[in-house]
C-alpha cells in the first residue's frame, strides 16, 4: 500500500463554478480539479445554496447570462450578507465590454474573465485571487487577535490608516472613567486563585461589553481597575461624550447588581462591589512609550482626578466632578457631595453622585 503524500492532509481550497452550460462545467472541472476541491451549479439558486452551507466555496467562478437569476444578482446578494462578502467573485462570462466589465467590479468582484475562456489565464488569475484571499484572511484573523490587546478603535484606526504607529501625542477634552473594587485586596486574599480568576474574568468580560458598547476606548486594566475614556480616536462632541460616560456608568452598576445575584447563587459570600469616579478635562491621548514598545494611552492631572473621585465614591456608586456634572445635568440627576481634598491637587474638588442608578 502506497504511503500517503504530505499533501494529501493539508486542506484544499474549495472553489464552486457557476454556469448554466454543462459543457463549460465539466471543462472546468477538468481544469481545476488537480488543485482544489471543486463544486458546481447549473443555476443562481442552488449556487445560493451552496454559498451559504457549512463548506462554503474559497473562490467562485460566475457567469454573467443565466436563466432566471443572473450573475449580477448573485454576486448583489452575496455581497449584502457579512458572512460571503468575502468570498472573491471571479465573472467568466461571454459579456466582455467595457461597461459589463465596469458593472461587474462596481458589484465587488475581484477579476473578470472574457469567453472564450483562455486556460492559462484562469488558472493564473484562479491562483493569484486564492493565494490573496487566503493572505486576506490571515491578516483578518491577526487584526481580532491583536484587538484583543488594543482597543476595538485603535486598531482600527491604524488598520484604516488614520493612526500611525509612531510616538505621537494630542491635546483633547475627553471624558475619563477610573473604577476599581472595594476591598479587593481582602477579598483576594480569602480566595482560590481559580476562583479569584474566574470572578474578574467575568467581571472585565461583563464591562468590556459594555464600554465597547457606548463607544468608549478602554485604556488598560491594572488590578481590579479599569481605565477608560471617551472623545478618542472617536468623539460625538465634548458633551455627548461626556453623556455616553455617564450612561456607560449608569449601565456598568445595573449589571453589577445581575452580576451579584449570580455570583450568590454560585456560593460566592464577598461579591464584588464597583466604585466609579468620572472627570471631564483636557489630556494628552496618544502613543507613549519607545520605538520598540509604546501603548496607545492617556495621561494628564485630569486622569490623576478621575482616580480621586474614585477612591472617595462610595461602593456601588458613581461620583462625578464639577466639570462633568456640568455637561451632563440636564440629562442626569445627581446630588452634590461635601468637597474634599487630594493630594497632589490644590484645591478642594467639588463632587457630585448619580442618583437613580438602579432606576429604568
Known sequence: MPKPNAL????????????????????????????????LADNGEQALKIVQSDAPPDLILLDVMMPGMDGYEICRILQQD???????IIFLTAKNDAEDEAKGFHLGAVDYIAKPISFPIVMARVRNNIALAKRTATLRTLSEKLSRYLSPQVTKAIVEGEQDAKIQTKRKKLTIFFSDIKGFTEIAEDLKPEDLTYLLNEYFTEMSGIALSYGATIDKFIGDAMLIFVGDPQTLGIKEDALQCVRMAIAMQR??????????????????????????GFCD?????????????????????????????EPEGILLSYETYVLVKDEIECEERAPFNAKGIAQEIRCFSVKGIREN
Not at 481550497?13 to 452550460?21: A, E, M, R
Request: charged share 25%; hydrophobic share 40%; glycine share 6%.
Open 8 to 39: 494529501d492532509f493539508v486542506s484544499r481550497s474549495i472553489i464552486l463554478v457557476v454556469d448554466d452550460s454543462p459543457e463549460i462545467l465539466a471543462l472546468m472541472r477538468a481544469l481545476l480539479e488537480n488543485e482544489y476541491d471543486i463544486k
Open 82 to 88: 457579512p458572512k460571503t462578502r468575502d468570498i472573491p
Open 255 to 280: 449589571r453589577m447588581a445581575v452580576i451579584q445575584e449570580n455570583w450568590w447563587g454560585k456560593g460566592f459570600s464577598q461579591p464584588f462591589r464597583k466604585r466609579i469616579g468620572i472627570n471631564t
Open 285 to 313: 491621548v496618544g502613543n507613549f512609550g519607545s520605538q520598540q514598545r509604546m501603548e496607545y494611552t492617556v495621561i494628564g492631572a485630569q486622569v490623576n482626578l478621575a482616580a480621586r473621585l474614585e477612591h472617595e465614591c
